[in-house]
């Protein structure tokens, strides 16, 4: 087995046992495996062991990965899977299936001259802090595509953080994007600032929790929690993640890079 398949299956058996100890499904979260930074090549590894939601955050390595691995993945058979490996795949079911495309996810700060590569390439946003950028996406999005899914990025830390828009602003920015034709408010995510502090991680997550159920509380309807990462999943899982982001722990060190 390689590297990345080895990783996936302990990443994917972190996620099944915080699950079990917070009492959620498996089902109930979806692995986007991180991939900024890595080669097309291990991206198609990961793909080959059943991952379909990859990460990006440089747009224009995202657009050679896309268009390289465009249509690569469609109907490859289930049966090259370990049997271990299938039925973790068959408890952690969204968005890694064989027999669907692969999905991307825009992750990463996105400047509003830079809107229409999301608009056209990318299948969902989770950084989207601001009306600006939600409108031009909204307008961009080709009439041939679905909506571009979208969670908007909150800055759960406050002074600690500069990234995300503030809880304050949050209510009057989610019913402005659920309104946009182009798009598709699913829900929230958060990237807490770096802390060895779980008690503290576990607060900043369960904030992002209340601000989305307020939200729904407030006539929206959303079920997405796009938080945790390599090394804090498990918090987040505790706190009622849906998404969690995942890099290193399931490609290693990142490679130098960034554009
Ligand atoms: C890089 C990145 C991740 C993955 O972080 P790891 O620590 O490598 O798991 C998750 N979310 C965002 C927004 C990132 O930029």
């Keep these: 087995m390689t590297t990345i398949a ?23 979260v979806t692995l ?9 090549a291990q991206l198609r590894i990961a793909a080959s ?29 289930r049966d090259e899977l370990s049997d271990e490996l299938r039925d973790i795949n068959h408890a952690i079911h969204r968005a890694d299936d064989h027999a669907q495309p692969i999905e991307w996810h825009f992750i990463g700060p996105l400047q509003s001259n830079k809107t229409r590569t999301v608009a056209e390439l990318f299948d969902w946003l989770h950084s989207l802090d601001r009306l600006k950028l939600a409108e031009r996406l909204s307008a961009q ?13 909150v800055n759960v830390s406050g002074e600690a953080s500069k990234s995300g828009c503030a809880p304050a602003e949050l209510p009057a920015l989610a ?5 946009l034709p182009g798009l598709r408010l699913l829900g929230l995510m958060a990237i807490p600032e770096p802390t060895e502090d779980i008690a503290l991680l576990r607060s900043r997550f369960a904030l992002l929790r209340q601000l989305r159920d307020q939200l729904n509380t407030d006539g929206l309807a959303l079920d997405t929690l796009s938080m945790g990462m ?18 290193t722990a399931i490609f290693g060190e990142r490679q130098k890079t960034g554009t």
């Design 6 to 28: 080895a990783n996936l299956q302990a990443v994917k058996q972190r996620i099944y046992a915080a699950c079990t100890a917070a009492g959620r499904s498996p089902e109930s």
């Design 49 to 77: 062991c059943g991952q379909r939601a990859f990460g990006e955050n440089y747009l224009q390595e995202a657009e050679q990965k896309i268009a390289e691995l465009r249509n690569e993945f469609h109907d490859k058979s």
């Design 32 to 40: 986007l495996a991180v991939s900024k930074t890595q080669p097309a």
């Design 141 to 153: 999005r080709p009439k041939t595509l679905p909506p571009l899914q979208v969670c908007i990025q």
């Design 175 to 179: 019913q402005a994007v659920a309104a």
């Design 230 to 247: 390599s090394h804090d999943l498990e918090a987040a899982i505790a706190e009622g993640a849906t998404i969690v982001r995942v890099g």
